[in-house]
């Protein structure tokens, strides 16, 4: 997966990119399933110039979806948790929606052939 990570008015820290990595990992880690060039994984973290919050936008691109999640809080730390925390149950979300379906498309397919077998 495709990481990009945006600032704007924060400067750019180890630390920091490395807890966006980390967090980026779980989020690659529920998406094994799909191929490594097909989800792309959008953060943009801002700073309100005149208060202490902070915004964190995720944008994550499916190939048959977009999952947006934007969180503010007043400390830096707090905001990138819980978007990332809002964007793994997205995710969890999807996952089941699409073996849902799945599992629909598989039953429809045997279905018939049960149907067969039953004929002679």
Same mark, same amino acid.
């Given at each position: 997966m495709?990481?990009?990570? +945006?600032l704007k008015?924060i400067?750019r820290? #180890? ?5 966006i990595?980390s ?12 191929? #490594? @060039? +097909?989800?792309?994984l +959008?953060?943009?973290? #801002?700073?309100?110039p ?20 934007? #969180?503010?809080?007043?400390t830096?730390?707090?905001?990138t948790?819980?978007?990332?925390h809002s ?11 699409i ?5 629909? +498309? ?5 279905l018939p052939e049960e149907?067969?077998?039953? @004929? @002679?």
């Amino acid at each position: 997966m495709r990481t990009e990570l +945006s600032l704007k008015h924060i400067n750019r820290t #180890e630390s920091l990119a490395q807890d966006i990595l980390s967090d980026a990992e779980k989020v690659a880690g529920r998406l094994r399933h799909l191929k #490594e @060039e +097909s989800s792309h994984l +959008s953060v943009h973290i #801002e700073k309100n110039p005149h208060k202490d919050q902070y915004y964190c936008w995720l944008n994550l691109y499916l190939p048959s979806k977009v999952i947006h999640v934007r #969180e503010t809080m007043s400390t830096l730390s707090k905001a990138t948790t819980k978007a990332f925390h809002s964007m793994l149950i997205q995710v969890d979300k999807y996952k089941c929606k699409i073996e849902r379906h799945l599992q629909k +498309s598989s039953r429809k397919k045997r279905l018939p052939e049960e149907d067969d077998l039953t @004929e @002679e």
